[in-house]
């Protein structure tokens, strides 16, 4: 009796966790990106009264935070999409082109399991200065 990929457990839990790590990175890149949104808004317009340096350090940390959230979200993705197109060269009995394909497709998982590792770390730092920020707004 032969079996489908589609019927073993395994790899219906591995799809399973692949489509949630593309899901979570696709929110956090869009919140990410959302909070920079707000943050653009909100610092385009007279702010009274002034920033002390705290809020200007809890600003200047969460901008960042977002931003490099973003950049590890997007590169996240572009690696995921070479680290696929590598595996498949790599079974491929007729590449394209010559190459170690496996040690490409290494090489993008890496990459893309460095940055999925990061980001949510990244996010939630920003989160966490953006509350700094909000509560010494609100306690001046």
Request: hydrophobic share 40%.
């Amino acid at each position: 009796m032969s079996s489908t990929s589609q019927d073993n457990p395994v790899t219906k839990w591995h799809d399973r966790a692949g489509a949630s790590a593309g899901e979570y990175r696709k929110s956090l890149t869009s919140l990410s990106t959302g909070s920079l949104a707000v943050f653009f808004l909100a610092l385009t317009t007279k702010i009274e009264p002034g920033l002390s340096g705290t809020q200007r350090v809890a600003l200047l940390i969460s901008l960042s935070a977002m931003a490099a959230s973003v950049l590890l979200g997007v590169t996240a993705w572009y690696a995921d999409a070479q680290s696929s197109y590598a595996k498949g060269e790599a079974i491929n009995p007729e590449p394209e082109k010559p190459g170690d394909w496996v040690a490409e497709e290494k090489k993008w998982h890496g990459i893309k399991r460095s940055c999925d590792k990061r980001a949510p770390f990244i996010f939630m730092l920003g989160i966490l200065a953006a509350v700094l920020y909000l509560v010494s707004r609100i306690t001046n």
